[in-house]
C-alpha cells in the first residue's frame, strides 16, 4: 500500500488545489465509520465526499471511509449521503490524522455542525482486553468479577460464588485499580473477601488494562486497570433508554435494571437516571444447596451533562448497595474445626435447603459516589480538565453470636471510608505530532473502625503530578508513547481500642513511568511493547495487623518497618485484526522488588480459640512471568472458533526458600468456544455459541504446603446466545446463558470456600432487553 | 463564564463540607465482645480454689497466663462451675449468664489426657435435657499429671457425641493438671 499512497501523494500535492491555511503538508488521512440510527449500525455505501478537495469515497460493509492526502490545519466540507437516510453535511477540521464518524438519521433534519476538533483516539500502547458487546450482555446480571472471568489474563479470586474480586496477570485487591466512569474506587480493597463496590449493569462498555498502569490510574494501579466506561450520553432529542430483566436458575434469582436518558430539545442538557435490582436465595452445588448464600442488592445512579460556549459540565451521583451471606459451614472456630471441614467431604453444619433469607454471617456493603467535572476547551488544540470526586465507603460483617447478648443486633466489623479527590488536568492535541497531557491530583481520605479492630483508623493526604505524551505520524508505522508520575502519601494511624494501641504516621513517595511503542505491520497488524515502572505503598493492615484470620486459619501480624512495592513490567503484545482473523497476544514478566507478602512462621500462637499458625507480613523480590491470548477465526460466513487461553509463572527471588511459588496464583486455563452468528452482524448480533474451560490443577504451590491440597484440574461447558428482535419498532433481544451446562462437581484453587463446599452446579438464565 | 464556575464551585464545595460532616460524628469506638478469660471455680468438702485461663490483651501480644489446676489425689464430690468473661474491658464483661441462658445453643465439653487420674461427668442439663455441663462432677484418683482440654461449642449438632459435636468452637483451652 505504501508505494501507490506515495506516488499518489505525490501526484496530490502537485495537481490538487485546496483551501488551506499552509498547503504545503497534505498527507493527512480523514477516516471513519459511517452508521445510522441511535443503534448506530454500520452504514455500506455511503457516499463520502469532500467538497473543498473534490475526493469521494464509499465505505465499505462495515461502515469504513478513509479519503487520503487531505491537507493539514484545513477546514473542509464533508458531505455523506446514502439511498436510505437523509443528507448529511458537516464541517470538519483536519488537523494530523483525524477520525471522525458520521451518523445518519432515517428521518434527519438537515443539520450543519461546525466541529471545532476531533482529532484520533490513540490505539493502547498497554495490553488491553476488551469485553465484546455480546460477552457484556450475556453476563449481565452477574458481578463484576464473574464479568470479566473470561478475559484472558484475568481471573477470579472468590469467596464463595458471590464474592469475587478481579485478578490480573497475578495482581489483585490494592494491586489493582477499578476505574469507574473515571473515578479510581476507593473502598476496603485491601480485604480478601471484600468485592468491588461496582455495578456492571452500568457500563457500557468494560476493558481491562494489563500491566503497570500507574501513571495514569496511581500508586492503585500496579498490575493493571478495570475500566468502566458508561454509555456515551443520548445525542438526539427526547427521550431514550433501556430496560433489562433476567431470572436465573441457580439461587432462583432475578435481575432488573433500567437506564432513561433525557435530552432536552433546543439544549445541550442531558440528563440520566439508572438503576437494578437484584435478589437471590441459597445457590446448589451439584449434589447440595449451599445455606445461607443468599444475596441483595440495590443500585442507583444519576448523571447531567450540559455545555455553554467553549465550557462542559458533568455531575453525577451514584449508590451501589449489598447484602451477601456467607456460607455458613465456612464460618469456623479454630484450626481443629478448620481440620475437620478440609477433611469431610461435604459441607459441615449445612442445612440442605433453598431459602431467601439472608442470616448470620453476611456482609454488607454500601459505597456512595459524587462526581463533579468541569471542562473547558480553551482553543482548537487545549483542553483543561477539573474534577471534584467524593466518596464514601461503609462495609459490615455480622457474625453468628449468641442471640440474648447486646451483640446479636450489631455488626462484628464495621468500616467507614471517606475520600476526596481533586483533579486538574490538560491535554492537547497533536502538536507537531505529539499529543497527550499533565495532570495533578490531591487526595484526603479518613477511614474508622467502628467495631472489630483489624485495622486502625487512619487520617491520609497525598498528591501526584503526571505528564504523558504520544508521537504518531501517519503513515509512518510507529508511534511511540511515554510518561512519568510522582506521588506522595502520608498517612497518620490511630487506634484506641485496647488490642492495637498505636499512634504512628508514615509516609511514601515514589516515581512510576512507562514508555511503549507500537509498530504497525498493516493495517490490520500490529506489535506492542510496554516496559512501565509501578509502585505501591504498604496498606495499612500491612503494617499494623495483628489478629486471627478465622476463615483462613491463621494469627496474622503486620509489620510497621515495610516499605513501598516497586514493579517494573514489561509486555509484548501482538494483534491481528481483520474481518477472518482476530488475535491477542501477550507476553509478559513483571519484577517486583520488596513485594509483600504473608511469611509462615513455623510458630503458634495460642489463643482463647486454641492455637493458630503464626503468618509475618514481609517482603522480599519477585517475579510474575506469563502469557495470554485469545483469537477468533472465521470458517465461512458465519461460523467462528475461539480458543484462548492464560498462564501464569510467580516465584520470589529472594530470602529463602528462594525460587518458592507464590500462593495464590491462578492455575492454567484454556478456553475454546464455536459460535455461529448470522452474518453482517456489529454490536447487535445473533448468535449461539458452545463452549468450555479447562482449568489444570495448581502444581506450583509453597513449599510450605497447603492447609488443604490444591483441587483437581476440571473442565465447565457453557452454553450462550442471543437473538436480536423488534417489538414494534423497538429493537429487543432476547437472551440465554447456561453455566456449568453438565452440572460438574468441581473446587477452584483460587476460593476460600474450596475448604468447605463445592462451587455451585448448573446455571441456566434467561434475560429480556428492551431499548425504548 | 465566570459566574458559572464559581457557582458550580460552591455547590460542590458545600456538598463537600455536608458530606464532610458525616465522618466528623461517630468518633467512639464500641468494644468488641471477646472471650477473655475462663475460671474453674472448683468447690468440695475442704477445697476451695479457683483456676484462671487469661489472656487479658487478647490474641498476640503477650502469651496467656495458665493457672496449674492442682487437685488432692483420691477425692469425690468435688464440683466445678465454668465462668466466661472478658477482662480486657473494664469493668469486665461476664458472658456465663448468657451462655446459661441460652444453653441449648451451647455445650462445654471436658477431656483429660496425658495420664492425669482425673473423671469430669457433666452434672447439669440444658432445657430440652440435653448435656449443658457448666456444672461438672470431679473425681480423682492417685498421684498423677497430664492435661485438662475444655472446650465451649457454639449450637452443636450432636451434643451427645461429645467427641465432635459440630457447631462452632467459642474457646478451645488447655490446662496443666496435677493430682497430688
Redesign the interface.
Known sequence: MSLRHHAALTAACLLGSVAAARAQHCHSVLRGHITEGNQRDPLAYATVFVKEAGKSTLSDESGYFEIIDLCEDSSYTVEVSHVECAHLVQIVRVRENTTFDFNLDHDAVLKEVIIVEKALAPAPVQAQAALGQADLEATRGTNLAETLRKLPGVSVLSTGATIGKPVIQGLHSNRIALVNNNVVLESQQWGREHAPEIDPFSAGKIMVVKGAAGVRYGPGAMGGAVIIEPEPFRKQDGWGGWVSTGVFSNGRGAVLSGSTDWHKPGSSLVVRAQGTLKRSGNLRAPDYFLHNTGLQEYNASAAASWRKNRWEFESGLSSFNIQTGILRSAHVGNLTDLQLAIESDTPLNNRNLFTRVIDRPYQQAGHLTSRNKAVLRINDTWKLTGQYVFQYNQRREYDVVRSSGSASTRPQLSFQLWTNTLDATIEHQPVRHWQGGAGIQAVQQTNFVGRGGLIPDYHSLGGSVWLMERWRRYPQPWEFEMGARYDYRQTSATSTGSLNNIDTLVHFGNASGTAGVIYHFSRHISMTFNSGLAWRPPHVNELFARGVHHGAGTFEQGNAALTSEKAWNNNLSFQVNSDILTVNLSVYSNHIRDFIYLDPQNTFVLTVRGAFPAYFYKQANAVLNGMDGNASVRIGKSLYLEPGFTIIRGRRTTDAPTGDWLPLMPADRYQYAIRWSKPGGNKRESYIRMGGTTVLRQSRIPAAGLLKPAPAAYTLLNLDGALQLKAGEKPMELGLTVSNLLNTRYRDYMNFFRFYADEPGINISFRLKLII | ?KI??SS?ASI?FI??GL??L??CE??D????????T?KLLVTGPGFDQTFT?N?S?????N??VIDEIVLPASTTGLQCAILVSDE??SPAVD?TA??S??NT?HLFTWTVSGGASLTITGADQDAYGKPFSQITNWVTGQSSTGFLNVKLY??P?DKTNSA?P????????AFPVKIQ
Open positions: 463564564m458559572k464556575v458550580f460542590a456538598l463537600s458530606f464532610m458525616g465522618g461517630k468518633h469506638h464500641t468494644e468488641q465482645e471477646n472471650i477473655t475462663i485461663w489472656d490483651d487478647g490474641p498476640g501480644g502469651a496467656p480486657s474491658q458472658y448468657e451462655i441462658a441460652e445453643a457454639h449450637e449438632t465432635n459440630g457447631g462452632e468452637v467459642d474457646f478451645d483451652i
